[in-house]
């Protein structure tokens, strides 16, 4: 960039230096930082500048060999299983949503509002609809004779009840918006075409709708994926400590434990890096395999 460059758009550099000083001060900076602790031990009961020193790679090491973390690891793997679920649903919901009907902004508006509600309230009353006795899911339960288990006291149950509020939470979110606006977006001579040639309600989806929304398909899974390696501390903390026997614990939860619980911010940080490096493998993949399955028009 040359000085009459820079004199030229002076005053767009002028708007963005707030925001790339904000940046640098709670973003870049903290990474950095946290890279550089990974190599050293700073611990004990309490963060002392005197429990400071080199560790070299013995974070990394001890974390290969701790069978917690493949473990919390796994629970973490295990909740994502549910992002196609979330998918399916977003793009059912918006299917309903994208209809004409008189009264289709009134029905958006009720969808999209469980997404704007605070997150501990949701936890909270989930954890009452989780409640073995009394509860709202296990009084449904019982109305029809099935004994429902102890939710978020069972290490089988407990699990599956976090996807199950996490589908529920997230039905009518950014998902069914990005999905209504992909919709809107086919064109709809691609179905009157489709009509005439006697394609089913099925046959239109699978040929027209579904490739048409490849791309947001696409950037919801990667994204589904990205948020489920770092998503989990909020349900784990406010609902099940991370229990019962850390069935619920998340890799995200581990690093909140380690650096604020047991101060060990050296290896809470290595544990941190260890999950970039998972995210970015999972994305590179992600772009190679299923991108080459989308379809853009």
């Known amino acids: 960039m040359t000085a009459n460059g820079f004199r030229k758009y002076w005053t767009c550099y002028l708007f963005l230096l707030p925001n790339g000083l904000l940046f640098l001060a709670l973003t870049a ?29 013995s ?3 001890e974390l290969a ?6 473990y919390y690891l796994s629970n973490t793997l295990f909740l994502m299983l549910g992002i196609p679920v979330s998918i399916a649903i977003h793009l059912g919901v918006a299917l309903l949503m994208n209809r004409k ?10 969808w999209f ?23 709202l899911l296990n009084t ?23 996807m199950l509020m996490g589908w529920w939470t997230h039905a009518g979110g950014m998902g ?26 099925w046959q239109a989806f699978w040929n027209i709708t579904w490739p048409m929304v490849s791309p947001t398909t696409f950037f919801m899974f990667i994204t589904g994926c990205i948020g489920g390696f770092q998503a989990g501390f909020m349900n784990a903390y406010v609902l099940t400590g991370g229990g019962p026997n850390g069935t619920t614990t998340t ?34 993949v992600n772009w190679r395999v299923a991108g080459r399955r989308v379809h853009y028009q």
């Open 29 to 57: 900076v903290p990474v950095l930082c946290s890279f550089l602790l990974a190599f050293f031990d700073w611990g004990g009961k309490e963060l002392d500048l005197a429990t400071f020193g080199f560790a070299g790679l």
């Open 59 to 61: 974070n990394f090491a």
């Open 65 to 70: 060999r701790t069978l917690d973390f493949w």
């Open 101 to 110: 009907l008189k009264e289709i902004v009134l029905y958006r508006t009720v």
């Open 113 to 135: 509002l469980p997404s704007v509600a605070g997150g501990v309230a949701i936890l909270l009353l989930w954890q009452w609809i989780f409640y073995p006795d009394g509860g």
């Open 140 to 162: 449904i339960l019982a109305g029809v004779g099935v004994r429902g288990p102890a939710w978020l006291q069972s290490e089988m149950w407990a699990k599956p009840a976090f």
């Open 176 to 201: 069914m918006i990005l999905y209504l606006a992909a919709l809107q977006g086919i064109p709809q001579t691609y179905y009157d075409a489709a009509s005439i040639d006697g394609a089913s309600a």
């Open 251 to 284: 890799v995200s939860f581990y690093i909140y434990q380690q650096a604020y619980v047991n101060f060990r911010m050296g290896y809470a940080s290595a544990i941190a890096w260890v999950l970039f490096v998972f995210v970015a493998a999972l994305t590179v």
